[in-house]
């Protein structure tokens, strides 16, 4: 009786061993990453490839995403979650451009993206050179928000350039325009409204605008 008993609780550890093993060996061919779905262009899951072959229940830190996708100025945020069996998803939101700020894409927060193309949005020229990653600086963000607040009554803003904080700029095809970016006066987008409002009406438009000063000065 002994010795079956013995026989039994043998077979029984071996058993479990077994299935042990079986449930390692399953876990460990399916441990790995083999795929990388993303609703999202091709190039960014490629520059992921090196998570192939990798743990898959061991996913890469947001600062590990974040050195891989480091030349992706583009990118806002990003997050990878687990999809079974061996595959990983990757979510990314990426920056919105509002402005083109000398020949690059500018998001709203101030980062310089990637070189535009054709794009409808507000063009501006600085006078300091500017890389893709770089933030534009507060005065660069100030003249891009006046030429918003401009471009709602008058969309065909020309010439836009901005050297510190003077910001030049036409509109009507030949008013020019003189803002200073960090003046206090905030009602000048009105002003400027009615001053182009009266030279339509009679019939004369000035040649130049300056906004810089309580009293704006108009040049025929």
């Not at 609780?9 to 042990?20: D, M, N, Q, T």
């Not at 770089?134 to 008058?154: C, F, K, P, Y």
């Not at 030049?168 to 200073?180: C, H, K, M, T, Y």
Request: glycine share 6%; net charge positive; hydrophobic share 45%.
């Amino acid at each position: 009786m002994r010795k079956r008993r013995s026989k039994k609780k043998y077979f029984l550890v071996i058993l479990i061993l077994v299935g042990l093993a079986t449930i390692f060996g399953v876990l460990v061919r399916f441990g790995k990453i083999r795929q990388i779905v993303c609703d999202c262009p091709h190039y960014y899951v490629t520059r992921l490839n090196f998570l192939i072959g990798k743990s898959w229940y061991f996913l890469p830190s947001r600062k590990e995403l974040s050195q891989a996708m480091s030349s992706y100025v583009e990118i806002a945020d990003l997050s990878v979650t687990r999809k079974f069996p061996q595959t990983i998803i990757l979510r990314l939101t990426t920056r919105q451009p509002a402005a083109v700020v000398n020949g690059l894409l500018v998001d709203a927060g101030g980062q310089a993206l990637a070189p535009a193309t054709d794009s409808g949005l507000l063009i501006l020229q600085v006078d300091r050179s500017l890389h893709p990653g770089e933030a534009v600086g507060n005065e660069t963000m100030r003249a891009i928000s006046a030429l918003a607040q401009v471009q709602t009554s008058l969309p065909d803003i020309q010439n836009a350039s901005l050297s510190g904080n003077i910001l030049e700029f036409s509109v009507l095809g030949a008013v020019q325009v003189v803002v200073d970016v960090n003046s206090e006066l905030s009602d000048w987008p009105e002003a400027l409204q009615q001053i182009l409002k009266s030279g339509r009406i009679d019939g004369k438009l000035p040649r130049r605008v300056d906004l810089r000063f309580n009293n704006p000065i108009m040049t025929y």
